[in-house]
DNA sequence: AGGCAGGTGGCCA
DNA sequence: TGGCCACCTGCC
């Protein structure tokens, strides 16, 4: 294992810094690494045959791996080191403590949870970059997590500014408002490339609506969020989930709905219907909740798997 | 080979 | 409110 580890080519981007640990992240399995990075949350990591995942996010580039005793470690393009050291405590919202809070869900009385949240330990809500996760959860309809992530690195390769040798961030909204509807909807992006244009126009239009909307209590958030073309309450709630670490969102897609009629005997109800459910059965941390049974019907195989 | 896909918006009763 | 359908097109 250390050996194809050491054997393994260093990806492009330079020279690349030692492996340290990610400061206030306790160890983890494969499984939840997987299931933070590549589990729907984010859709610019990439894992390489030997497991090691490979990200972007703002002008930050980092790969993570797991150390022999689980312990999550990083690296980066020396040239960036010390920007992605101070960026990955955020990131990773290492300060959420997520472990210490996933214990006031309600799992004492609902078994499921408790086996959810046994198997998948240590599993993280992602603090994200707002405007990235806009963008992410706006090419997200229809779509499944290997096509997302297609059209997110098509997005960046042709249209994004390089942070390190082979490397390109995602375009900014201000540099979306300025390509055409025509050069979006060749990154794969569909009826999606639509939305994604006017979003733009609008935020060029209104100088600070996103931070403004991020800084926003999270009702008033998902209301202005609404208000964008293309933007609807389940895409608004993953922004404000994976991107604004609003914890009591609860983001309700086919998946869940199928998940929810499963697990707690909620066949025939709808979106609106679940959305109240969650929110009112797991309380205000339903988005960490959710992401938990994610994880379990994914290892059921009745979810997608990414690449 | 052809349907389907991790939503949204618009239109109709 | 509630249901239905078009929207693009790459992938299994």
Redesign the pocket.
Known sequence: MGKTRELSRPPAGGAWSAWRPIPDLAALSADVLAEILD??QAFRWHRAADGTFLGVWSDNIAQVRLATEGQPEWSAPLALEARVARALPEYFATGQLLATLADTLPWRSDAHLARCLADFRGLQILRQPFGETLLGFLC????????IK?MLALLAERHGAEIAPGHRRLPTWPELAAIPEEKL?AC?L???A??IAQTAQCLAAHTGWLEETEALPYAAAKERL?S?????????DCVLLFGAGRLEAF?V????LKTMARRYGLDGW?P?QVAQFGRAHFGPLAGLAQQYL?AWE?RQGR??R??
Do not use: H, M, N
Request: hydrophobic letters at 40%; a positive charge; charged letters at 20%.
């Open positions: 589990g729907g997200s309809a229809t779509k499944q997590i290997v096509q297609q909807r794969l569909g009826f999606r639509r939305y609404c964008l073309p293309g933007v609807g309450e389940k895409v608004a983001p897609d086919v998946w869940i709808k609106a994610f994914r979810l997608p990414p690449a």
